[in-house]
C-alpha cells in the first residue's frame, strides 16, 4: 500500500505559479499510474492531469492544457503539478491519486479508477 502527502499549494494572485508536490511512502512510486484531481466548493472533484509509470505519457484536461505540467521523479518518489498563469477558476483542493498499473496499459482518467488518495492540498488564485 502506498501512501500519499500533497503540498505546495497555497494563495497566489491570476496569473502566478504554484508547483504542488505529491510524495509517497510505503511502495515503490514507479508502480504506480497517478493522476491529480480537483474540487472547488460545492463541485464535484474532477480531472486535472495523468501521467504514466514511466512519466513517458501524459494527459490533461482541456481546461489546464498549456497552463498546467505534470511530472514524476520515481528516483524521489515523487509526482509534480507545475501550474502557471493561474486563473481564478483553478481554485480547489488539489488531490494526487495512485494507482497501480502495467507499464502498457492506458492513463487513467476517473477518480474510481484510483485506489489511493492524499489528503489534498488548498490551492486559491485572487482575481
Known amino acids: 500500500q502506498v501512501q500519499l502527502v500533497e503540498s505546495g499549494g497555497g494563495l497566489v494572485q491570476a496569473g502566478g505559479s504554484l508547483r504542488l508536490s505529491c510524495a509517497a511512502s510505503?511502495?515503490?512510486?514507479?508502480?504506480?499510474?497517478m493522476g491529480w484531481f480537483r474540487q472547488a466548493p460545492g463541485k464535484e472533484r474532477e480531472f486535472v492531469a495523468a501521467i504514466s509509470q514511466s512519466g513517458a505519457r501524459t494527459y490533461y484536461a482541456d481546461s489546464v492544457k498549456g497552463r498546467f505540467t505534470i511530472s514524476r521523479d520515481n528516483a524521489k518518489n515523487t509526482v509534480y503539478l507545475q501550474m502557471n498563469s493561474l486563473k481564478p477558476e483553478d481554485t480547489a483542493v488539489y488531490y494526487c491519486a495512485a494507482r497501480t498499473a502495467a507499464t502498457a496499459a492506458p492513463l487513467y482518467l476517473t477518480d474510481y479508477e484510483y485506489d489511493y488518495w492524499g489528503q489534498g492540498t488548498q490551492v486559491t488564485v485572487s482575481s
Open positions: 510505503g511502495r515503490t512510486l514507479s508502480r504506480y499510474a
